[in-house]
């Protein structure tokens, strides 16, 4: 795969886009369950700005996303939609990935910023592609 100069034009593996729709369709669901059967793959690491932290098992995963979710919850999160691929290179079973995206309350008026984005790599398991890293360039669960 190759990404085009402009950001609009960036061409992603139908097999990425359709994890991602999957991922963009159940973390508004909050299905935390299908995130971590379908989507994020173990070991799974998550890069913040204070810290990195790696999750060995699914039941680490499952919890960490109880608790996003539980506090997303809270600030009255209803859903997210995915504007745009900014970033994209792939290789043979690695690929990494820059969504941006926007929040919105259960109002369906926009939750803090208009625009977000978060990196992602992916690693191919027996064709399909799963999030084994992630680095959110905002707070998870604002």
């Not at 061409?11 to 359709?18: K, R």
């Not at 506090?71 to 079973?93: A, C, P, Q, V």
Request: aromatic share 14%.
């Amino acid at each position: 795969m190759f990404a085009c100069d402009s950001k609009s034009d960036l061409e992603v593996d139908n097999t990425i886009e359709q994890t991602f729709s999957n991922y963009v369709e159940y973390w508004s669901e909050g299905d935390f369950d299908k995130i971590v059967n379908e989507i994020y793959g173990v070991p799974f690491v998550l890069y913040t700005q204070e810290s990195t932290m790696v999750m060995n098992t699914e039941k680490e995963v499952k919890d960490f996303l109880i608790s996003a979710f539980e506090t997303l919850d809270s600030n009255n999160y209803g859903y997210s939609i995915r504007n745009k691929w900014e970033h994209f290179k792939s290789d043979k079973n690695l690929s990494i990935i820059e969504m941006n995206f926007t929040r919105y309350l259960k109002d369906s008026t926009i939750m803090g910023a208009n625009e977000r984005s978060a990196s992602y790599i992916l690693r191919k398991y027996n064709g399909n592609h799963k999030i084994v890293g992630m680095i959110p360039h905002t707070p998870i669960s604002e």
